[in-house]
């Protein structure tokens, strides 16, 4: 397919959406922006001119994440890793996000963003950002990516230029691999359209009967099974990968799928359906059935999205459309490939010249000359950052509790552990060994939902008390408690975090947690698993902030305190580290302090809803965000307070969700070593100059500018770097 004829249908596509819209939502937000710039000052705090849209903002990052592909400077397979992060990130958004805006419209809801959106608007303006952006994405896919694996040796073969002797192979795959599982589908009177799961990738067929020339065509679907890889290995030279796509020998053998007919052509599409569960808790005798029931809806929700393969003609976009009952808006015509995200499979293939260096995470220094982590703990509180500290630091903790004859009761929270979590496994030894064991399992942790279901079963028959959820809330906080017998006394060990409990997000993700046997603590931490397991409503935390009772409060009045410093003349300032920011009562406060002369500086990986830069709002606003290597998961917080420099880490970003309908936990770091080593981490977000992009004014973000001379400084880069070097000291 021609990039021209490309460009022709995203035109015409964007065109039919500009007849049913009127004006351009897009030249609606440059106004918006440029009205903003020129305004006087704002005195309404609550004015959307001073909100981002949260789903705009959302595709921005999804757009950074892009710029990491396009990014030379990154490894070719790590590059190609963006890119398939980037579809399945925006599949997601599609499913849960995207899929509500259109049930508001269902529902006629005429409540406005904070921005001063309908659900309508946002949809069409979602719709029109997001084409240039696939656009960019399948570009960079096939004419550069691809073409650059190819010299190093990886290759994704077309059927066509394959040899006899390889040709023969195919059809052995076929028959031997796919044929069994296929199911040609018809279409007609008869037989009516399949209905297709969620995420289906499957081929549209037209087809001929040659002995009724003169019959009406016939329509057939072949859905590709997502139970087999997509991508088949060829034989090949040693240091050389060779594939084809299970789509193209499909399409290459149909003919043998409808013996006797003619296959006139054949062309992709993929469905995207609605995916969030809508659970009545308080209808619900049994939540884990309840919610194991609504996973399996998940796959049948209403049609969101359709992609299409560029090639496919309009008259059969208006069919498949038609048959989903969707708008022109959802139907997206790509170039080459359906469902990118699958292309990690590649993207993970073990070719070192192509991946980033590889480093060693550790241990933390701190358990160097005790027997037992517990000794650790007890000389000094532990803060393990991932992934330069191993996840084994964490499962060394849980591991050592599961066979301490002195260990009485073990509890902990669970939101995402993974498929293979040795976590869990050592908390069914633990009972095993008759420890009390207590987990709670958030079953309605999104996507994760099947899984935790699995192991909350396993870990019933193994003797765990398992609960299962608050009613009306999500519990999302990373807890431990580790209750130990020490001469006559108890003890309280505690291990509280920003991240999941997950080795595999462990090596992904960066995440801060600490270790820590504070008296006042671990009351805290008691108390919090008295309110999740039983009936307690605790006010008066010692040392926590917990959502949703005290943490907004808590947290407004942290800020509301640097106000107050500012004003009276001294040095006032906040840091904030977080994935998202959204709550528009948080904003409004942080618009109050840059106003009273506090200075901030917000690192927001992904969706912000403030406008720094506005005039006499948020001039001493900045944002910046990192998407590098790894995943920016930590959210750290740090209030200046008259020289006091309070820090918290927390498992919450600031969003309503967060905030008010979540259990999470802030906790605080107390000893001045582990606030130098938290300050280093804020610090060198700050000084990123080569990952971090700042957020301006008109909305867009923008790579920071190096001075002349001024060396690279990578902060993930700078963070392996220092960890390396911490190991080797500590080896030497």
Sequence with gaps: MSETKVDSQTNEQNTRLDNHQGKSPVKEAKDKMSSVAESPVISDLYDPKLYFNRELSWLKFNERVLEEAEDGENALLERLKFLAIFSTNLDEFIMIRYAGLKEQIDAKVKHLTADGRTPETQLTLIS?????????????????????????GVHIEKIADLLEAEYKLIDDIFHNMLFPVLTPLAVDPG?????????????????????????????????????????????????????????????????????????????????????????????????????????????????????????????????????FHLEWQDVYALDDYLNVGAFMEIALLTIPHLRDNSFASRLPSEYRGFSDVFSAIRHQDILIHHPFHAFDAVLELIHQAARDPN????????????????????????????????????????????????????MEREGVHVVYGLLGLKTHCKALLIVRREGDKIRRYVHLSTGNYNRSTSNLYTDLSLMS????????????????????????????????????????????????????????????????????????KLYQASQAGVDIDLIVRGICCLHPGVKGVSERIKVRSIVGRFLEHSRIFYFYHDAAENIYLSSADWMQRNLNSRVETVFPIEDQRLKRKVMMILELCLKDNVKARELHEDGFYYRIKRASGQKRLNMQEKLIALSEQRRAQVDG
């Design 517 to 588: 046997c504070d008296e006042e603590l671990g009351i805290d931490v008691s108390e919090l698993f008295n309110s999740l397991t039983g009936y307690a409503k605790h006010h008066n935390w010692r040392k926590l902030w917990v959502a949703p009772l005290s943490l907004r409060p808590k947290l407004l009045e942290a800020i509301e305190q640097e106000i107050d410093y500012a004003k009276a003349g001294k040095k006032a300032r906040v840091i904030a580290k977080m994935n998202s920011l959204v709550d528009p009562e948080v904003i409004r």
């Design 407 to 458: 260990v009485l009761a073990i509890k902990q929270t669970l939101y995402r552990v993974g498929k293979n979590s040795p976590v869990v496994k050592e908390l069914m030894h633990a009972a095993g060994n008759g420890k009390h064991v207590t987990a709670f399992v958030e079953l309605k942790a999104r996507f994760d939902e099947e899984n935790n279901i699995v192991w909350a079963r396993e």
């Design 128 to 152: 029109e950002r997001l084409r240039p952006l696939l656009k960019r994405h399948r570009k960079h896919l096939s004419h550069v990516i691809l073409p650059e694996l190819a010299k190093q």
């Design 191 to 323: 037989h009516p359209f399949p209905r297709l799961p969620n995420l289906s990738f499957s081929l549209l067929i037209e087809l001929r009967d040659p002995d009724k020339p003169q019959a009406e065509l016939k329509t057939a679907v072949v859905q590709v099974p997502s139970i087999l890889s997509r991508f088949f290995k060829l034989p090949s030279k040693s240091g050389e990968y060779r594939f084809v796509l299970s789509e193209d020998i499909i399409r290459d053998k149909a003919q043998e799928l409808f013996p006797g007919y003619e296959v006139l052509r054949t062309h992709t599409f993929r469905l995207t359906r609605n995916a969030d569960i809508e659970i009545a808790e308080d209808e619900a005798e049994d939540l884990l059935q309840v919610i194991e029931d609504e996973v399996r809806k998940r796959r049948w929700g209403d049609p969101v999205r359709l992609e299409v393969s560029s090639d496919m003609p309009e008259d059969w976009q208006d069919y498949l459309r038609d048959t």
